[in-house]
């Protein structure tokens, strides 16, 4: 069964360096996503992406973070300069497109820690 | 905007058992809800979702969950708990994206 996957599956950085999370989505999506989910609280939406560029972004998704689909299958999510509070899971989901409200397959994860 | 609420933090059964999941939903028009489980250090995982017809929705794992109206509710249920459903689940509503509960962590005692 196809499955988004995500690179690394942990990453500790110093604050004020640069990250970049990598995703494979699954091959025929065409609607890509990034989530994170801070320890303890509820998993929030980043950004969407399709037809290679930004379709929606949350207010949390500010000049810091960037996305990219820089070839035919990878999607990744850049932190410029990171911060304390950046710390948190990064889950990369991809659907399909359609009519009806498509189903988001998620990764693993990507476990960030800044120090 | 649109929400959902889990109103219990946990909820602890005996394998063989029955089992819900409890899930508010707050949207403007026609709500797109959808469960998701969270298994300890991986990604969340589709169970199921409700976009139109049937109330009653069946998903994976022996997982179904009651779409009702009236009571703008969307139950998770399984009629017969097992030891390996303990995890953290997850109700969400869609637009443009997905907006999640604050999660409930099932404890499937033996």
């Known amino acids: 069964e196809p499955e988004v996957t995500q690179t690394p599956s942990h990453q500790v950085t110093q604050m004020g360096q640069e990250v970049i999370l990598r995703c494979v989505p699954i091959?025929?999506?065409?609607?890509f996503y990034w989530y994170r989910q801070i320890l303890g609280q509820k998993v929030e939406f980043l950004v969407s992406?399709?037809?290679?560029?930004?379709?929606?972004k949350s207010e949390i998704f500010d000049d810091q973070f960037s996305v990219e689909r820089p070839d035919g299958s990878n999607f990744t999510l850049k932190i410029r300069s990171t911060k304390l509070e950046d710390s948190a899971m990064y889950f990369c989901?991809?659907?399909?497109?359609?009519?009806?409200?498509?189903?988001?397959?998620f990764g693993p994860g990507t476990r960030l820690l800044v120090l | 905007a649109q929400s959902v609420a889990q109103p219990e933090d946990q909820v602890n059964v005996a394998e063989g058992n029955p089992l819900t999941v409890k899930c508010t939903y707050s949207?403007?028009?026609?709500?797109?809800l959808f469960w998701y489980v969270q298994y300890p250090n991986r990604g969340l995982q589709f169970l199921l979702k409700?976009?139109?017809?049937?109330?009653l929705v069946k998903g994976s794992y022996g997982f179904e969950a009651e779409f009702n109206k009236s009571q703008t509710s969307f139950h998770l249920k399984k009629p017969s708990a097992l030891v390996s459903d303990s995890a953290l689940y997850f109700c969400?509503?869609?637009?443009?994206?997905?907006?999640f509960g604050a999660g409930t962590t099932v404890t499937v005692r033996a």
């Open positions: 989901a991809s659907s399909e497109y359609g009519q009806a409200p498509q189903t988001q397959y």
């Open positions: 091959s025929n999506h065409l609607y």
């Open positions: 992406f399709y037809n290679n560029e930004i379709s929606e």
């Open positions: 949207v403007s028009g026609n709500p797109y």
């Open positions: 409700y976009i139109t017809g049937d109330n």
């Open positions: 969400a509503v869609k637009d443009y994206k997905l907006s």
